[in-house]
């Protein structure tokens, strides 16, 4: 991937957190979500706004993980934190907004969770994080065996608990909500991005098939001698593995060369060589 890409990438994902903490998850009060969600619940006091609050723990735990993590840390994490927190505090300057856009908070979570949700998965996917309690997880792992999944998970269901004494049941009930579909829905887009088809081809003739694969589809494949169990007859296995576009077309084809192949395919999101990705 070149730098240019990469660094839109980060760009367009950490703005798009931005956006959806800023005019979904703020003026509706949701509490879930580390920084962001504490940032809420300490905004409710009216000393501070929590873009700014969120800007300041963040500048802070980027000193922490500079210190105790080294330079090495700074890099991505640094530029993602830092855009994510001034975007949400110039948000607050440029287009401040005291209420929700409407009147259907279902709506507002929904976006509240699926946009920062989008945004954090294409970080975690490129290899890269918005910074917040990821940091406190960072400085954890290094000098401790600490279960921090574990820990964040509960960190953040007391920020999210605290939204029902601080607001109202209500709030508090979408929050939970909110929480509990948030980590899924990260999860779900990952493995969208990076899914791809595992393809099991059980034929008579696998030369046509193979040479498909590697000079049409610029991929490679793998065969094996089989037997069939019922017809008792030599039989050859082609295993490949491809992404979605290019397995349309090596099904189509198979379905016009081969209508006698047998075709097993899977879908699966982690597949780690050349081609796809590195260890």
């Given at each position: 991937?070149?730098?240019?890409?990469?660094?839109?990438?980060?760009?367009?994902?950490?703005?798009?957190?931005?956006?959806?903490?800023?005019?979904?998850?703020?003026t509706n009060n949701f509490t879930f979500g580390g920084i962001t969600g504490l940032a809420v619940l300490v905004a409710k006091t009216g000393v501070i706004s929590a873009g700014d609050f969120n800007l300041i723990m963040s500048m802070v735990l980027l000193v922490i993980g500079?210190?105790?993590?080294?330079?090495?840390?700074?890099?991505?994490?640094?530029?993602?934190?830092?855009?994510?927190?001034?975007?949400?505090?110039?948000?607050?300057?440029?287009?401040?907004?005291?209420?929700?856009?409407?009147?259907?908070?279902?709506?507002?979570?929904?976006?509240?969770?699926?946009?920062?949700?989008?945004?954090?998965?294409?970080?975690?996917?490129?290899?890269?994080?918005?910074?917040?309690?990821?940091?406190?997880?960072?400085?954890?792992?290094?000098?401790?065996?600490?279960?921090?999944?574990?820990?964040?998970?509960?960190?953040?269901?007391?920020?999210?608990?605290?939204?029902?004494?601080?607001?109202?049941?209500?709030?508090?009930?979408?929050?939970?909500?909110?929480?509990?579909?948030?980590?899924?829905?990260?999860?779900?887009?990952?493995?969208?991005?990076?899914?791809?088809?595992?393809?099991?081809?059980?034929?008579?003739?696998?030369?046509?098939?193979?040479?498909?694969?590697?000079?049409?589809?610029?991929?490679?494949?793998?065969?094996?001698?089989?037997?069939?169990?019922?017809?008792?007859?030599?039989?050859?296995?082609?295993?490949?593995?491809?992404?979605?576009?290019?397995?349309?077309?090596?099904?189509?084809?198979?379905?016009?060369?081969?209508?006698?192949?047998?075709i097993l395919i899977s879908n699966t999101s982690e597949i780690i060589g050349k081609g796809f990705h590195s260890v």
């Amino acid at each position: 991937m070149s730098k240019v890409k990469y660094f839109t990438m980060l760009t367009f994902s950490t703005l798009l957190i931005a956006v959806g903490t800023y005019f979904f998850k703020f003026t509706n009060n949701f509490t879930f979500g580390g920084i962001t969600g504490l940032a809420v619940l300490v905004a409710k006091t009216g000393v501070i706004s929590a873009g700014d609050f969120n800007l300041i723990m963040s500048m802070v735990l980027l000193v922490i993980g500079l210190i105790i993590l080294g330079k090495n840390f700074a890099a991505k994490t640094a530029y993602c934190s830092i855009l994510l927190s001034v975007a949400l505090s110039a948000l607050e300057r440029i287009c401040p907004i005291s209420a929700p856009f409407t009147d259907q908070p279902m709506l507002e979570l929904c976006y509240a969770i699926a946009l920062p949700a989008l945004g954090s998965a294409i970080l975690f996917n490129i290899g890269a994080s918005s910074g917040g309690t990821d940091i406190i997880a960072m400085i954890l792992k290094k000098y401790s065996s600490f279960d921090i999944g574990r820990a964040l998970m509960v960190s953040d269901a007391l920020i999210t608990g605290a939204g029902f004494f601080i607001f109202d049941i209500e709030t508090g009930l979408y929050s939970l909500l909110g929480l509990a579909i948030r980590s899924f829905m990260i999860d779900t887009f990952i493995e969208s991005f990076n899914l791809s088809k595992y393809f099991n081809v059980v034929c008579d003739h696998p030369e046509p098939i193979c040479d498909f694969i590697v000079h049409t589809l610029h991929r490679s494949a793998s065969v094996c001698d089989a037997k069939g169990a019922y017809s008792g007859k030599n039989k050859y296995i082609i295993f490949t593995a491809l992404n979605r576009v290019q397995a349309v077309r090596l099904r189509n084809y198979i379905r016009t060369t081969d209508p006698k192949a047998f075709i097993l395919i899977s879908n699966t999101s982690e597949i780690i060589g050349k081609g796809f990705h590195s260890v």
